[in-house]
């Protein structure tokens, strides 16, 4: 009897598990739509709005649902679109991610720890002068125009707030992770780490040389003290946001950056997030968004949200992927998004990057040294960071030309080094401004 009656009590609290089980999704509605109803008949719970006027978005939570139970609800009055909140992955931290970080690559400028001034702030020599900015030819390209304008909105795991390259530049940004005012990456991390990384900041430059690889697209460059006591306690994505930054403001250094919290330290967002942060980052003013994130399946309410930020004039940038792939990777291959693909220093296409459907320019994308947490730099592989190559170029040509479209803007980004391989021009910044400067 006593067996009977636990088997019993297990199974009441399976069902009552199952029962409770939800699973999020995104709806989408116009103002004819009656939310309250929906929420009733479907039993939903509201999580988060978002949107206005004619265009309202959703985060609903709903025991699962079948494949007839979403199309009904896609075929009801006022509703634009229904789908799952799908977890997206930045594009080194996917699973699929064909990029791999190799010591044996890296050349002594990486190494390089003499400091100059770029722009008022004290940076490493091997930030602003390496193999990546010679390729892109940025100080020649300085001689042509000065160092950028407008705001470009970064949506990613985050900004170290008070690096010191960066600090002058970057504006109040979201967390959209915890639903607050700020984006700083420290956020994710335990206190007793956020602690090992803020004693690099008051550390000398010069002692900055140890290679340490975090994951298969990084290579931090950090003291040895932090080497040592770090052993591998780093989610892996972490710094992902500053090393985008870093690169946005190496080619546009007085351009704004409007950093955008959408992804956790681990690589992940939830879809509704970016969702957000995209339409926020139009809303806020931002000339220019740049996203390093990839995925294979097309979303609807992301394309609708893409559309949303290009009608209000924002040029879009992503990454074409890692994968090695020619099929279609999301937004890079969305028509109104300029998908950005990773060459070698070579002029090769990089073996990891995505081309042909995803990528409709390219950047350098290999070793390249970069901003890292708590004054620190890294040396970065992956179309993560050649897309805000791309991305600071265009705060350049937007100085030149603040009325360009994002097809004007491919047609000044094919004035570049011809690669083809499936992925047109290489970036050369003296190149596209002189064919920007000639369209003015």
């Known amino acids: 009897m006593l067996k009977r009656t636990c088997i019993a009590a297990l199974l009441a609290v399976c069902s009552s598990a199952a029962a409770f089980a939800q699973t999020a999704y995104i709806l989408e509605l116009n103002t004819s739509a ?18 206005s006027g004619s265009d309202l978005g959703y985060k609903v939570s709903a025991p699962p649902l079948s494949a007839a139970q979403i199309a009904s609800i896609k075929a009801q009055p006022g509703v634009l679109d229904f789908e799952v909140d799908a977890t997206v992955d930045n594009t080194e931290s996917n699973p699929t991610s064909q990029a791999a970080a190799a010591l044996q690559a890296l050349g002594p400028y990486a190494f390089d720890s003499s400091t100059i001034n770029y722009y008022g702030a004290s940076v490493r020599n091997g930030y602003v002068n390496q193999p990546a900015t010679q390729l892109i030819e940025l100080s020649a390209a300085r001689l042509l125009t000065s160092a950028g304008s407008g705001t470009v909105a970064i949506i990613d795991t985050g900004v170290d707030l008070t690096h010191p390259a960066l600090a002058s530049v970057l504006i109040p940004g979201y967390d959209f992770t915890r639903d607050q005012p700020g984006a700083s990456e420290f956020n994710d991390l335990s206190q007793s780490t956020v602690a090992i990384l803020d004693q690099s900041t008051v550390a000398i430059l010069d002692y900055k040389n140890w290679p340490v690889v975090l994951n298969q697209s990084t290579v931090a460059i950090l003291d ?4 040592a006591i770090l052993d591998g306690s780093l989610p892996k994505s972490f710094g992902h946001g500053t090393m985008v930054a870093g690169l946005v ?16 330290a681990d690589g992940t967002a939830n879809l509704s997030d970016i969702i957000r942060a995209i339409r926020y980052a139009a809303d806020s003013g931002a000339n220019i968004l740049t996203m390093s994130f990839s995925f294979s399946t097309l979303s609807p309410d992301l394309q609708a949200a893409i559309q949303y930020a290009t009608g209000k004039g924002v040029i879009c940038v992503a990454s074409a992927g890692n994968n090695g792939s020619e099929r279609p990777y999301y937004p890079a291959a969305l028509e109104q998004v300029i998908g950005v693909g990773s060459t070698n220093f070579s002029d090769q296409r990089s073996m990891f990057s995505n081309y042909d459907n995803s990528a409709v320019t390219a950047a350098p994308g290999e070793a390249i040294v970069t901003t890292y947490p708590g004054n620190n730099y890294a040396a970065v592989w992956g179309t993560s960071f050649s897309a805000p190559l791309v ?15 994002v097809d004007e803007m491919e047609d000044l980004l094919s004035a570049g080094v011809a690669i083809h391989q499936g992925m047109g021009t290489r970036l050369d910044l003296v190149k596209t401004l002189t064919f920007c400067m000639q369209k003015h």
């Open 34 to 51: 009656n939310v309250n109803a929906l929420a009733s008949e479907y039993q939903f719970t509201i999580l988060k709005t978002w949107g």
């Open 224 to 227: 040895q003290s932090t080497v």
């Open 249 to 264: 403001h190496l080619v546009a250094p007085t351009a704004r950056i409007l950093p955008l919290k959408a992804f956790h």
């Open 391 to 405: 991305a600071g170029a265009i705060a350049l040509y937007e100085q030149v030309n603040p009325r360009l479209k």
